[in-house]
């Protein structure tokens, strides 16, 4: 809140600095989220001061108005107006019927897509010229960036001249690349997509190329057009004029997971915003709103325009995912594995609702790469559900009394050294080293499930030392139990038949016990139902490893490595009686090249058909299946809250069900989802899978599909 003039000027001062740093060269001192509260302000204070306006107010601007051009603008190229609740969107509907004398009938609603907006003029079908968008109405040529932007083809497929706008923006993939590229010539990360496309757009003379993608959002003549084709397109509306534009060959957002569509009231489009926010966090590139038009042309040009923006065009903002603040601090934590963990921790900042105080940091050399000191002002990125990340250091901020991070020389939780040879490092002791979590995680239901072994007495096992690995369980004695505190009669008995059921898991419950790195539940199903016993496992090279589902060629050597460094652990387990077989699985050797996969899923009904806890591996990763069963041939995803009959079932367990009845199960929605199951709150993937057009169906819907399958125990 403004609360007098001095505060009004640096406010003004402040955000045109802002824009000016951001349009120029990527960069700004502050994130979207604060500079778009910042210019509310100043529009709050305007609106109750009209006379004292200062002529550089970034109100009267358009978005980038701080930046010089020199390639006048046929059509003034004006950026959009903003809300930010239902409230008041439907005050904005109201004001445009009173525009246009009626209610509007259909509106356009389409991702606001979080990148550059740029002029893309073709003559003969031939692309010419790439203009900013400027001050609205004249911009930078950056022509020279043709042939790096993907999605806007050099030549259509027709020869018209026209003009295409849209958006230039990095896709997550393409910003790790050029992250990547960027720093190995020695340059600063960029702090995010946004910013890293608008200052490689401007770059002209750089030692490297990266790519970015071209959304369009608007198609219009230029004066050189063929007035009959010039007097079609003024026609058009807009839903149709994308149309157009994807049958000459420019990318539009219809061929994404949130295509354009339309509404025909308010109330369809607030409902179309809440299913494009819920598809947000999965998406390949950033979106930071929705956009709404009037869609008929004859409603855009009786509402007209004004010197900022089009009055028939809204941009409903979400909540930021992205904001700026400081890096305190950074931990470094030992998993179960010996893996050491740095955890960054964070001056808390709110984004998208909640108060984030860590972020992940992945390895000691993503923290070298991204040149993280202590005390940087950082981005720092939440989406969703998604675990906080810092994307990089806010360099033109650092004031100098940034400090370096210090790397653990020895493990920070049992002072052993630290195996450096891989980017993630790890302590010497491995497993050892957090023997209580390895063996509570071993214990846990969805792994050997073994009732009465829970976190206290773990510690009681190990603070003893009764037990120094996994398999000094299966050898613990009745004495030796009956000696623990509280540990009487009747609770010893009972642990110790529960050690004795546990010996008789499936390998693949055996093999996700043992916690190898890069392997969870799902991916130790599908490597038990591939070989079929310990002894193929072992067995296996890196080559024998990549012929299971989900195993590429980097996780396959580091898989075939550890279990080669848990042999002696391996060797004690069957030592002490452990199953080391997967119930109605054939090893390789036994079956056909053609059969291969099918034995792999061929146990039906039987102990190891355990589903995929979609924890693990590439996200969307299908667990094998039997070829059987009322979902054979189908993937199946689900989500949300369970009811009726499916309530009690944990989501392994749901997705064991699943694999019984024939089908595959998946963690996400693709085009290769035949089914998802959407339970009570289910929000990204329901959407994804109602943009996609895959079938749903409710959890009692689904259990009636599978009842057949429905008494046969897990294990």
């Known amino acids: ?46 609106a109750e001061h009209p006379d004292e306006v200062l002529p550089g107010s970034p109100s009267g601007k358009v978005a980038g108005g701080a930046v010089d051009g020199d390639v006048p603008h046929t059509v003034a190229m004006l950026s959009l107006d903003n809300v930010f609740s239902a409230e008041e969107f439907t005050a904005w509907t109201a004001s445009l019927a009173r525009r246009v004398g009626h209610d509007v009938e259909r509106f356009s609603v389409e991702p606001k897509l979080d990148g550059l907006a740029i002029a893309a003029r073709y003559t003969a079908g031939r692309l010419e010229r790439l203009i900013t968008r400027g001050d609205g109405t004249a911009g930078e040529d950056v022509s020279h960036a043709i042939g790096t932007v993907e999605g806007l083809p050099e030549v259509l497929a027709e020869p018209v001249t026209v003009e295409v706008r849209g958006e230039v923006l990095m896709t997550t993939a393409q910003f790790e690349h050029a992250n990547e590229v960027r720093t190995a010539h020695g340059g600063q990360p960029f702090a995010n997509p946004r910013g890293a496309s608008a200052g490689t757009l401007r770059a002209k003379e750089r030692a490297y190329t990266v790519l970015m993608t071209f959304f369009g959002y608007g198609l219009l003549p230029l004066p050189d057009t063929d007035a009959e084709q010039a007097g079609r397109l003024h026609e058009l509306s807009h839903s149709e004029l994308m149309d157009r534009a994807a049958e000459l060959g420019v990318n539009t957002t219809a061929g994404t997971a949130v295509p354009s569509t339309t509404a025909a009231t308010a109330e369809q489009v607030l409902a179309r915003v809440q299913e494009i926010a819920a598809l947000r966090a999965a998406l390949p590139f950033g979106i930071d709103g929705i956009v709404v038009k009037a869609d008929l042309a004859a409603d855009q040009q009786a509402a007209g325009s004004g010197s900022r923006a089009p009055r028939w065009a809204i941009a409903y903002k979400l909540p930021a995912v992205e904001k700026i603040t400081r890096l305190l601090e950074v931990e470094w934590n030992v998993g179960r594995t010996g893996i050491i963990a740095p955890r960054a921790v964070l001056e808390p900042v709110v984004i998208d609702g909640a108060t984030i105080t860590y972020a992940t940091l992945h390895n000691p050399a993503d923290i070298t790469r991204r040149d993280l000191r202590l005390g940087d002002h950082v981005m720092v990125h939440r989406a969703g559900d998604v675990i906080p990340r810092i994307e990089a250091p806010v360099a033109h901020l650092r004031t100098g009394d940034e400090q370096p991070i210090v790397f653990p020389e020895v493990c920070p939780r049992c002072g052993s050294g630290i195996d450096t040879g891989e ?35 773990v510690v009681q096992l190990v603070e003893a030392k009764l037990v120094a690995d996994l398999a000094d369980l299966f050898t613990l004695t009745r004495d030796q139990l009956l000696g623990l505190e509280r540990m009487g009669g009747t609770s010893t008995d009972n642990l110790l038949a529960a050690l004795t059921t546990a010996k008789g898991r499936p390998l693949s419950r055996v093999l996700c016990a043992l916690g190898v790195r890069g392997t969870g539940r799902s991916m130790s199903r599908r490597i038990a139902r591939h070989f079929a016993t310990m002894d193929h496992v072992r067995a296996a090279d890196a080559a024998s490893m990549q012929q299971v589902d989900g195993i590429g060629t980097e996780k396959a050597p580091s898989i075939v490595a550890e279990l080669a460094e848990l042999a002696p652990l391996i060797d004690k387990l069957i030592a002490a009686g452990v199953n080391m077989t997967e119930p109605g699985a054939t090893p390789p050797s036994a079956a056909t090249a053609e059969g291969s996969e099918g034995a792999s899923g061929s146990s039906q009904g039987s102990e190891g058909s355990a589903g995929s806890g979609g924890q693990e591996g590439s996200a969307g990763t299908e667990g094998a299946a039997p070829a059987g069963g009322p979902l054979a041939g189908m993937t199946v995803v689900v989500t949300g809250a369970m009811t009726g009959v ?66 046969q125990p897990a294990q």
């Open 423 to 457: 980017q993630r490092w790890r302590c010497e002791n491995g497993r050892n080293c957090h023997l209580v979590a390895s063996l509570s995680y071993a214990a846990g239901r969805d792994q050997l499930d073994i009732e009465g072994l829970g976190h206290t007495r």
């Open 1 to 46: 809140m403004i609360v007098d003039a001095v505060a009004y000027a640096q406010a003004v001062e402040d955000a045109v600095k802002a824009s000016a740093a951001y349009y120029t060269g990527g960069t700004s001192p502050m994130d979207d989220d604060t500079y778009d509260r910042l210019v509310r302000a100043i529009t709050d204070w305007e």
């Open 646 to 711: 499916l309530e009690k079932l944990s989501r392994n367990q749901m997705n064991e069900l699943i694999e019984r009845a024939g089908g595959r199960s998946s963690s996400s929605v693709s085009k290769k989802t035949t089914l998802v199951v959407a339970g009570e709150g289910a929000g990204s993937k329901r959407a994804k899978a109602e943009t996609l057009g895959i079938r749903l169906a409710t959890p009692d819907e689904f259990a009636e599909l599978v009842t057949d399958h429905l008494e």
